[in-house]
């Protein structure tokens, strides 16, 4: 029987925490001893079986250590989904080196931020796949080195930086970090997330076994390894159950369409603005559907998903459009959709097994039954920490262990729903106005591609700006969807401003970034 054929209870969660391995790297050696030749990764016309992975890993291992890098080292990898990052991740685990998993599209001073602050011994560049990793190599002197057999036009190396210490190794995989992963700095700088091998494990395994994954499971890689959900959820989410991942560096609908059909893809997980952008392809090329022979589960999370997105995805495939809610600080995923019970609504499903959760008001009271509070959660997957943050990690993590989303949630007969961000919250003439509220019914337009809501300080108030991004080839007026908006939006709850633009500012795993937006609609006050 398929694992997509068993029903996931407790007792298989808890079955699947008790077999986990001590490093995130291991996850491999089961499957290279079971089924070596199965295929592992994918990248291009180039693929590495189980077997084969296990290998370079452990070479890549000895080859790191090779060029200096100690157990406790923070290895930086600025990179794009590829073969070559999927190695050195894993080999950085295998000599207990801290991985530091960097986007290659950030800029220039966005890298080199990060890598003073993580202190990273060295760093690699997967120039191959990613023209920006290539002019960041070129920036630091790096040079081209072959490892894993990849040649050298595909990876290069940095110089050594004898400075940094390494961090104390423990064996305890719930206290040793396997990655580094920063934030997105809307504070102003970016905060290092310590995630350990359990944190990751625990996602990998659970969250992997709630989608039934199994060795006969094609799982589009997408979704940035760079980023929690990409890295946890996808890349060892895959690898843990012995399923074949496709990577894939950049999201393109029409990519994506082409590998449903020729690599019978099973399983495809996104972003909303991913799936808001393939809807917005189909039409463009007037299609109402596509060849998906062998698709059998659809997932989003990341960012809110609006209810029109999640009608027109299930329309076109025929399929769920499951949901799910986290943070890179609970590595990530807090909350999933179940299989045998999907939803017509845009809920997250229950807390994950071995989590705990309650809902406190932001007057520091508990919320009662029904209510909306900030979400509060406890467990095994919640970080160690900011790296060199003790103060900031101190505002968010209790030394009792419950860490503060500060998203604002509610409960309703034991399943998840999410408000919105606490920060984001507009009060208007003394109203709580939620973002995604006022977001569904912008896009439930039919010329509406997405949108997005954000608060503007006015004197001694909030109003609400909406930025909405237009299908191509769609004629329609911000006057006409404010119009729309009067009729299915109380008063205090509409847009003073409605903003049309191309496209809306996203960063690399395609969420909206609403601090942008943010910024702008204060230049427009």
Known sequence: MRAADREWTPERARQALDRLPRRISHIVRPWAETMPDHPALVEGDSFWSYGELGRHVAETGARLMELGVRPGDRVMIVSENSLAQAVLVLAAAEIDAWAVIVNARLSAR????????????????????????????????????????????VLAVGPLDPAPLPEPVHDDAAEQVAALIYTSGTTGHPKGVMLTHRNVLVIAAISGGMRRLDCDDRVYGVLPVTHVFGFASVFLGTLIHGGTLFLCPRFEPAAVVD????????????????????????RVAGLETVPHPALRFLSAGGSPLDPAIKADVEAVFGLPLNNGYGLTECAPTIAQTLIEKPRRDCSVGPILTGLEAKLVGLDG????????????????????????????????????????????????????????????????????????????????????????????????????????????????????LAAFAAERLAPYKRPSEIVLLD???????????????????????
Request: proline share 5%; charged share 20%; no cysteine.
């Open 110 to 153: 966005e890298i080199d931020q990060i890598r003073d602050h993580s202190g990273a011994r060295r760093v690699f560049y997967t120039t191959g796949v990613s023209t920006q990793a290539a002019a960041h190599a070129e920036r630091h002197g790096a040079t081209a080195i072959d490892i894993a057999g990849l040649g050298p036009s």
């Open 259 to 282: 590998s449903l059909e020729k690599d019978r893809l099973t399983v495809l997980q996104g972003v909303p603005a991913m799936f808001a952008r393939l809807i917005e392809h189909l």
């Open 503 to 525: 496209t809306l500012p996203a960063s690399s795993t395609g969420k909206v970034m609403k601090s942008r937006l943010s910024e702008l609609a204060q230049t427009k006050a």
């Open 365 to 480: 009271a508990p919320v009662p039954d029904g209510g909306v509070g900030e979400l509060w959660v406890r467990g095994p997957t919640v970080m160690k920490g900011y790296y060199r943050a003790p103060a900031e990690t101190a505002e968010v993590l209790t030394v009792d262990g419950w860490f503060n989303t500060r998203d604002l949630a509610r409960f309703e007969d034991g399943d998840l729903f999410m408000v919105g961000r606490s920060k984001e919250l507009i009060i208007r003439s003394g109203f709580n106005v939620y973002p995604p509220e006022v977001e569904a019914v912008l896009n439930a337009h039919p010329a509406v591609t997405q949108s997005a809501v954000v608060g503007r300080t006015v004197s001694g108030n909030e109003e609400v700006v909406a930025f909405v991004q237009i299908q191509p080839g769609v004629r329609v007026t911000a006057e006409a």
